[in-house]
């Protein structure tokens, strides 16, 4: 082969594996060159490494940078058209590449800093040459190269195949509820129970609230109904509100109510049927009668009576009172009876009060057709400060005292529709009977509402609580404003997958400062790194077991190259 002025002879061939040999320079070119030997400043051997460690630091940094700008936030925020997915993978890949190509380049200068230090086998060139390459070749070093500062070169070239999946995996899109400012998304609460009627003063036939009428009986009855609200979707409130609305409190008098019994026989039933009813008269400890009859033919299962309690006085002639009485109370007669004669068995009497109260609603929250609240505490205020209120008709609507109790609003109602409201508690509806047997009963009531097995207590509370439903969303409602409640992709950063990568980046950083202060320190390696054209600058001895070479760099080695011409024969 002839390669310019140059002539190469053939020579035997010999077994490369079972020889170990030195690096020698070339003494006469080696002081003609000395000044090249030196020469291991970024400007004239390291640049390229320089540029690419450079290069890798920037873009891993860029990569964090995006991380920490984009964590936390929505995925919509994202300015690019591309995906942040896809440029984290083209920002890791390139990071990993421009690292390898420094890793390769320093693998490579490690061999000649190898042969530098001591005889090796001569197969070590392979070995190096492969693992300059990739991870298979690093492997194959770290298996038959004793452990060196090379070690961390084969390291990093096999690990850095998870380099990319890591930084990948650090990205997470995650679905999060956020909330949405609209004014679609409301519930009712009221601090007053005030209908717009007309009210020419307080002596006067009171107009019955149909409405409120029709939510008494719903909650007797057990008769749900959609909660009224608004919202797109699913909301939550976070405020806190407080509402008028309605109480009751019942109670188990039977045994102190049976201690009240007074029985006759009735008068009105003809002498010659000794079938006369017993009648029979109980007295609650809230003063109410209870009237039952019992017959060997019949006897009353059912009976219920209400009245109102004493409003007179409420608000003294000075304007002012200290509580607020309760509107009504109830009882309620239930019993069995034996088959044979009818006597009574099982005998319960239950009394409830209904009265006003507020509530102080919390955590409400509405998805689709379902409303609830979280949290829905009682605020009782019998014992708030009442007065007749100063505008409007004498004598035509309580206010409360909003000072008295901290955070609690002013509140007013209306005279008419609290009598209004007693008045209905006074009607055949709460005063009917249930007969069995052989009875005709023309008024059941509420005997299929609350007679039989039904609880009362709790019947009591579903009317209660209907009733501040619609309180709540009657006339007089408000509009407690919420929010609306989407889902959103957010952008999640696991920062600990990254912790890899960075471990990589800075033991890239490393090896090649090794590498560069390594070459630098012994004068006589050649800056050769992985250049191929180092084969035509080179001469092995194998009888000194020495390789021979003028200390050029990989720069002049390039420049003889280009100018030379060679072919193979």
């Known amino acids: 082969m002839r390669l310019g002025s140059r002539q190469y002879q053939q020579t035997q061939a010999h077994n490369m594996e079972s020889k170990y040999i030195e690096l020698n320079s070339d003494r006469e070119s080696s002081k003609k060159n000395k000044s090249a030997c030196h020469r291991t400043l970024p400007t004239n051997g390291w640049g390229l490494e320089f540029l690419s460690s450079l290069t890798s630091v920037v873009l891993f940094i860029g990569l964090i940078v995006m991380f920490r700008i984009m964590d936390g936030k929505q995925y919509s925020e994202w300015p690019f058209s591309i995906s942040l997915n896809a440029v984290t993978a083209i920002l890791s890949t390139c990071c990993s590449a421009a690292m390898m190509h420094n890793v390769s380049a320093f693998i490579g200068q490690q061999k000649w800093i190898h042969l530098k230090q001591s005889s090796r086998t001569v197969y070590d060139i392979e070995t190096f040459d492969e693992a300059s390459r990739g991870p298979y070749g690093s492997i194959l070093l770290l298996l038959r190269i004793p452990w060196n500062i090379s070690t961390l070169g084969a390291l990093i070239t096999i690990l850095r195949l998870g380099f990319s999946p890591f930084s990948q995996a650090a990205v997470n899109l995650e679905p999060r509820?956020?909330?949405?400012?609209?004014?679609?998304?409301?519930?009712?609460?009221?601090?007053?129970?005030?209908?717009?009627?007309?009210?020419?003063?307080?002596?006067?036939?009171?107009?019955?609230?149909?409405?409120?009428?029709?939510?008494?009986?719903?909650?007797?009855?057990?008769?749900?109904?959609?909660?009224?609200?608004?919202?797109?979707?699913?909301?939550?409130?976070?405020?806190?509100?407080?509402?008028?609305?309605?109480?009751?409190?019942?109670?188990?008098?039977?045994?102190?109510?049976?201690?009240?019994?007074?029985?006759?026989?009735?008068?009105?039933?003809?002498?010659?049927?000794?079938?006369?009813?017993?009648?029979?008269?109980?007295?609650?400890?809230?003063?109410?009668?209870?009237?039952?009859?019992?017959?060997?033919?019949?006897?009353?299962?059912?009976?219920?009576?209400?009245?109102?309690?004493?409003?007179?006085?409420?608000?003294?002639?000075?304007?002012?009172?200290?509580?607020?009485?309760?509107?009504?109370?109830?009882?309620?007669?239930?019993?069995?009876?034996?088959?044979?004669?009818?006597?009574?068995?099982?005998?319960?009497?239950?009394?409830?009060?209904?009265?006003?109260?507020?509530?102080?609603?919390?955590?409400?929250?509405?998805?689709?057709?379902?409303?609830?609240?979280?949290?829905?505490?009682?605020?009782?205020?019998?014992?708030?400060?009442?007065?007749?209120?100063?505008?409007?008709?004498?004598?035509?609507?309580?206010?409360?005292?909003?000072?008295?109790?901290?955070?609690?609003?002013?509140?007013?109602?209306?005279?008419?529709?609290?009598?209004?409201?007693?008045?209905?508690?006074?009607?055949?509806?709460?005063?009917?009977?249930?007969?069995?047997?052989?009875?005709?009963?023309?008024?059941?009531?509420?005997?299929?509402?609350?007679?039989?097995?039904?609880?009362?207590?709790?019947?009591?509370?579903?009317?209660?609580?209907?009733?501040?439903d619609y309180i709540r969303s009657g006339p007089n409602s408000k509009q407690a404003v919420g929010v609306g409640i989407e889902s959103r992709i957010f952008v999640s950063i696991d920062w600990p997958w990254l912790i890899g990568p960075a471990i990589l980046e800075l033991a890239a950083l490393i090896f090649a400062v090794c590498t560069i202060v390594a070459t630098a320190r012994k004068h006589e390696v050649p800056l050769w790194k992985s250049s191929a054209l180092v084969l035509l600058n080179i001469k092995y001895d194998k009888n000194a077991g020495t390789i021979h070479g003028e200390f050029q760099g990989v720069k002049e080695l390039e420049k003889m190259a280009k100018s030379s011409k060679a072919r193979l024969e």
């Open 177 to 468: 509820m956020v909330d949405i400012l609209h004014n679609s998304s409301n519930f009712g609460y009221a601090h007053a129970y005030d209908r717009p009627v007309f009210q020419p003063g307080p002596n006067y036939d009171m107009t019955p609230d149909a409405m409120m009428q029709s939510a008494i009986l719903q909650g007797l009855y057990d008769l749900k109904s959609m909660p009224i609200f608004s919202c797109d979707g699913a909301c939550k409130w976070t405020d806190t509100y407080i509402s008028l609305g309605f109480k009751s409190t019942c109670e188990n008098v039977t045994t102190s109510t049976l201690k009240t019994r007074k029985c006759i026989r009735s008068a009105y039933e003809p002498v010659i049927c000794e079938c006369r009813p017993e009648v029979c008269n109980f007295t609650t400890p809230g003063n109410i009668v209870l009237t039952t009859r019992s017959s060997t033919m019949d006897a009353t299962t059912f009976r219920i009576n209400a009245t109102r309690t004493e409003s007179d006085g409420i608000v003294g002639s000075d304007g002012i009172a200290e509580s607020f009485g309760d509107i009504a109370r109830i009882a309620v007669y239930k019993s069995g009876y034996e088959n044979t004669d009818f006597n009574a068995t099982g005998i319960n009497i239950t009394e409830c009060t209904i009265g006003f109260t507020a509530y102080e609603y919390k955590g409400a929250r509405a998805n689709g057709s379902t409303f609830s609240f979280g949290d829905v505490n009682e605020i009782d205020i019998q014992g708030v400060d009442w007065a007749w209120e100063s505008d409007g008709p004498a004598h035509s609507t309580y206010i409360s005292n909003e000072s008295t109790i901290l955070n609690l609003p002013s509140f007013r109602i209306s005279n008419n529709d609290f009598q209004a409201l007693q008045e209905f508690f006074e009607t055949t509806t709460f005063q009917s009977e249930f007969v069995s047997g052989s009875y005709t009963n023309k008024s059941p009531g509420l005997s299929a509402a609350l007679g039989g097995g039904i609880d009362v207590e709790r019947a009591f509370d579903n009317m209660a609580r209907s009733m501040t």
